[in-house]
Antibody, heavy 117, light 107 residues
Framework: QVQLVQSGAEVRKPGASVKLSCKTS????????MHWVRQAPGQGLEWMGI????????SYTQKFQGRLTMTRDTSTSTAYMELSSLRSEDTAVYYC??????????WGQGTLVTVSS | EVVLTQSPAFQSVTPKEKVTITCRAS??????LHWFQQKPDQSPKLLIK???QSFSGVPSRFSGSGSGTDFTLTINSLETEDAATYYC?????????FGQGTKLEIK
């Protein structure tokens, strides 16, 4: 069956970086775009960007330009999201989501990132 | 970027009621509007895609309508399991965006 399994919770200090993974199985990894969405505690959903696993092309929300990098490893069907220069406002649950609004839409379980000194 | 404004932000409703949630876009987005449901401590799930197309497995009491700038999610005969926050999302132009959410409380 289709699975998106995200890496475990992370704690970072302000200014540090974090790299999250989203390991997929049960489908052809390169067939669908991968989105990353985050949700701060008690807040709404925030779309961060999109990755085309087929060729590695990306598009990010301007807010994260320069701090956000999405990559993938097709050999392990895994998508990655790296956020640098972390600040307290980056504390959130980060989700990967396959084909966000398509027939094969599926979300990962989320990864909590806590930024605290 | 396209700003999506949902209303209401919160609604307390009784089972079997009909619920309507609206989402207004700051510019025309044709039918590139999707609805998600998020229950507490769960990942969001797609309900409606492209304004009115039901996602596989979604109960028939959920329906969507609209085009251009004004969209509606309707839940007919609300059930207790529908207690959740509902978000609209646009994929018409990058960066994609979400509405701020509508929290439904079941009385």
């Amino acid at each position: 069956q289709v699975q998106l399994v995200q890496s475990g919770a992370e704690v970072r200090k302000p200014g540090a970086s974090v790299k999250l993974s989203c390991k997929t199985s049960g489908y052809t990894f390169t067939s669908d775009f991968m989105h990353w969405v985050r949700q701060a505690p008690g807040q709404g959903l925030e779309w961060m960007g999109i990755l085309n696993p087929s060729d590695g092309t990306t598009s990010y929300t301007q807010k994260f330009q320069g701090r956000l990098t999405m990559t993938r490893d097709t050999s392990t069907s895994t998508a990655y999201m790296e956020l640098s220069s972390l600040r307290s406002e980056d504390t959130a649950v980060y989700y990967c989501a396959r084909s966000l609004y398509g027939d094969s839409s599926r979300w990962g379980q989320g990864t909590l990132v806590t930024v605290s000194s | 970027e396209v700003v999506l404004t949902q209303s209401p932000a919160f609604q307390s409703v009784t089972p079997k009621e009909k619920v309507t949630i609206t989402c207004r876009a700051s510019q025309s987005i044709a039918n590139s509007l999707h609805w998600f449901q998020q229950k507490p401590d769960q990942s969001p799930k797609l309900l409606i895609k492209y304004a009115s197309q039901s996602f596989s497995g979604v109960p028939s009491r959920f329906s969507g309508s609209g085009s251009g700038t004004d969209f509606t999610l309707t839940i007919n005969s609300l059930e207790t399991e529908d207690a959740a926050t509902y978000y609209c999302h646009q994929s018409s132009s990058l960066p994609y965006t979400f509405g701020q959410g509508t929290k439904l409380e079941i009385k």
